[in-house]
């Protein structure tokens, strides 16, 4: 996952995740996020603390971690509190980094 910087906010497109370091629930969704990085073998991610970036949390309303932000045209497609399982990720990211299943 990659750390998110002032440059990579101001990227077009990009999944977000969100997190503080002590939320357990956070572990549980970040190890979903690691395995699909896993899988695919390259950063598909982007990750944020949420105690480092309160403006950015205000501005676009995160109402709460773990939050997988998705932005697309510098607009936020969608926020998603609930990542239920590894499952349920890649039913977005098939709709949202469909290039990441072409078959090579």
């Not at 309160?54 to 510098?74: A, D, H, R, T």
Request: charge should be negative.
């Amino acid at each position: 996952m990659q750390q998110i910087t002032e440059e990579s906010l101001k990227q077009e497109r990009m999944l977000l995740y969100i997190y503080t370091p002590f939320c357990g629930t956070c572990t549980v969704a970040r190890s979903m996020l690691d395995t699909i990085e896993s899988v695919h073998g390259m950063d598909i991610f982007y990750e944020m603390n949420a105690s480092l970036y309160p403006e950015f949390m205000q501005e676009n309303k995160i109402e709460s971690v773990p939050c997988l932000l998705i932005k697309e045209g510098n607009q936020v497609k969608e926020k998603i509190y609930a990542f239920q399982s590894t499952g349920n990720i890649y039913s977005y990211l098939m709709t949202y980094k469909p290039e990441i299943f072409a078959i090579k």
